[in-house]
């Protein structure tokens, strides 16, 4: 390895691996260096759902953004990560409707590719607007794809490659070219796109094209290489295609020296393999008495790479938690395949996350141990489990604690958080989660302050074990016990309300509930978890960055009539996330509008959402809510009446089971 790669004499060693996390499961797409070396890593989040024997899954655009040396990029949304416009959905055990890749251009430039009667492919800028100066108005129809598997890929010059394959009368398989603004190129195949001769329907996950023209595609099937027109490269391994029996292949990139990087999931934890230009196992790759002659990278599944011009490796893929679903990861390596420890997060036993100047809305795993800072904002910190260190810096920061695993200890182990720099003055320790009543002596739901002899640490405790002998417990550095008192410390959810005239009400970071009463009120929530509830009155709902419940108590709250238009309006309503309590009103599902269903309809340029009611009430009034943007409404959207308890609630809410709303 060149001197120029090496760590310098006495630097503090890093990981390697930088990860970053959305929601539920994290999906990776495409990763694209700049020339400065910034790294722009496309992806999709989503949670989970069961409906009808179906698991159900809501995707969104995710992007991320670190810089060169691994760390997370701040100056990119502040916090390194973005959610940007485009929904997909996949239905496990039925139809799909699922963009097959998501890659991303230099700057940023976010494209993702959607299924139909031809593969579609659209791009977005930075801030999650559809970007008109690509194709025809933000989006360019290819001339492939017609309902199957597509996958996606940016070559160096900034042109796209779209791969198709399907099952119609006759499986094939084919590939598109686009210029980098999105017009289709006809120099590639004659027409811009080239059918693969003799694999049939071969479902590509990755593609790429090297420099003599011949292009490489992965599947679970293997690797394959096909010359300029279409037919198998025979020179390449067995008739063209390279097969690996322990692991399926998802992307490849090529090397200067034409030596080919596979990226998959492999039986023996690698993410990442190289084959010589003819096809074979290059044995000199990785090994490090770790892995298999040939296999680098282990711990991430592999889905794309790009090679910098220095030759190391950029791997990205997803990371396994062992209880949190998966993390999208970026590894590098250098040209020989050994993890390259100048990159990535500190190797100090914890994960990282760093806030910006804006207020962040910063969660950690319970899968890791983490190191939290806050930056400079007013931001929510929430560790999760794991025995993590958090700091808020400047602001008016609150640390909430949602679970007694997220800090205890038991009779032998401390399992605790530390608090760094809590400040009594302006942050807040939110406990609204856990059923703590007030300070005192430890027991009966209070909680005791103790400080050790040195003075240098505060410990925030119980002494009533759970039956699993887990005991809360919370250390700040420094002496706090004469500072931490009702004024910081939270122990039920917090209260807002308004009066009968037209009032603003804004959620603090904690656990919340505004209520507007009369008036036309204007409800936003923040970071923390907020039950908004407008009363009566024509009122905007604004939701913020946590988990949302908006509460209707009567259909007054929320109406139309023949002549009237009393209908509330939801903002920012975070589907998958978020909830909209209609079971005071005794709606049991969405349906017809009828027999105590609410039906679902959107306005002609679907900007506007339209939850009604079709039945009115003794006054001719009938329950109608509108939301802004387009939604495809389930279930787990609402907490309807034929499930309600007063503890649904309060776990989306992240509040206490004795807690009720006001």
């Keep these: 390895m060149e001197d120029s790669l090496r760590s310098p004499q006495n630097s503090p060693l890093k990981t390697g691996l930088v990860t970053v996390g959305y929601t539920g499961v994290d999906e990776p797409g495409r990763i694209v260096a700049d020339a400065d070396g910034s790294i722009w890593f496309a992806g999709y989040s989503s949670s989970y759902s069961f409906d009808d024997d ?66 579609t492919v659209s791009r977005f800028n930075i801030d999650g607007a559809l970007d008109k100066s690509f194709g025809e108005g933000g989006r360019v129809v290819t001339p492939v794809g017609d309902d199957a598997q597509n996958a996606i890929a940016v070559l160096a010059d900034g042109s796209i490659l779209v791969g198709f394959s399907a099952v119609d009368d006759e499986s094939y398989t084919e590939i598109a070219r686009l210029t980098p603004d999105g017009e289709i190129d006809l120099s ?7 059918e693969i001769a003799g694999v049939g329907n071969y479902s590509p996950f990755g593609l790429t094209l090297q420099q003599d023209g011949k292009v490489l595609l992965t599947s679970t099937q293997g690797i394959v290489r096909v010359n300029a027109d279409g037919t198998l490269d025979k020179e390449f391994d067995v008739d063209g295609i390279a097969s690996y029996s322990k692991g399926s292949a998802s992307g490849v990139t090529v090397q200067a020296d034409g030596k080919i990087l596979v990226l998959g999931s492999f039986e023996n934890g690698a993410g990442i393999y190289r084959l010589n230009p003819d096809g074979s196992l290059d044995t000199t790759f990785g090994g490090s008495g770790q892995l298999a002659d040939g296999f680098a ?11 910098l011009a220095d030759g190391r490796i950029l791997v990205s893929g997803t990371v396994s938690t062992f209880a949190d679903g998966t993390n999208l990861g970026i590894m590098r390596l250098d040209p020989d395949g050994n993890l390259d420890t100048t990159f990535g997060n500190p190797d100090d036993g914890y994960r990282h996350l760093t806030g910006g100047t804006a207020d962040n809305l910063l969660v950690g795993t319970h899968s890791y141990n983490y190191a939290i800072s806050g930056g400079a904002g007013n931001d929510l910190i929430d560790g999760r489990g794991g025995r993590d260190l958090l700091t808020g810096g400047e602001g008016d920061d609150v640390f909430r604690f949602q679970s007694m695993t997220d800090s205890f200890r038991t009779a032998d182990t401390a399992f605790s958080d530390r608090i760094r720099d809590f400040n009594a003055d302006e942050d807040m320790l939110d406990l609204s989660a856990l059923g703590f009543t007030a300070l005192g002596n430890g027991h009966g739901g209070t909680l005791a302050l103790k400080v050790n002899e040195e003075g240098t640490r505060t410990y925030l405790k119980s002494y009533d074990a759970d039956p699993d002998g887990q005991r809360f417990e919370l250390v700040f550095d420094g002496d706090l016990s004469q500072q931490l008192d009702a004024n910081n410390l939270l122990f039920t959810p917090g209260l807002l309300s308004g009066s009968d005239a037209n009032d603003s009400l804004f959620a603090h970071g904690w656990t919340e509930t505004l209520m507007g009463l009369a008036g036309n009120d204007t409800l936003t929530g923040s970071l923390g978890n907020t039950s908004l509830d407008g009363g009566a009155g024509r009122d905007l709902l604004v939701g913020g960055g946590g988990i949302d419940a908006f509460h209707f108590g009567s259909v007054s709250d929320s109406y139309r009539t023949d002549s009237v238009n009393s209908a509330d309006r939801i903002f920012g309503f975070e589907q998958g996330v978020d909830r909209i309590d209609v079971s005071a009103l005794g709606f049991v599902g969405l349906g017809s509008g009828h027999n105590g269903t609410l039906q679902v309809r959107t306005n002609a340029d679907n900007t506007l959402t339209y939850l009604r009611s079709l039945e009115t009430d003794e006054s001719g009034a009938r329950f109608e809510v ?5 939604y495809q409404f389930q279930s787990e959207s609402f907490i309807f009446a034929s499930t309600h308890t007063g503890i649904a609630e309060i776990q989306l809410l992240g509040m206490s089971p004795d807690y009720t709303l006001a």
């Excluded at 991320?64 to 990119?76: A, L, Q, R």
């Excluded at 590639?188 to 080239?194: C, N, Q, T």
């Excluded at 990278?297 to 090679?307: E, F, L, T, Y």
Aim: charge should be negative; hydrophobic fraction near 35%.
């Design 54 to 119: 179906y698991w159900a899954a809501d995707y969104r655009a995710t992007l991320s953004k670190f810089n060169p040396d691994g760390t997370v990029d701040t100056s990119f949304s502040d916090d390194g990560k973005s959610f940007l416009g485009p929904y997909v959905s996949y239905w496990y055990g039925g139809a799909a409707e699922f963009g097959g890749g998501a890659a991303v251009q230099l700057g940023g430039k976010y494209l993702v590719i959607d299924s139909g009667s031809k593969a």
């Design 188 to 194: 590639f195949g004659g027409d811009g796109r080239l």
């Design 297 to 307: 990278a282990p711990g991430i599944s592999g889905r794309d790479a790009v090679v």
């Design 626 to 630: 509108t939301l802004q943007g387009s």
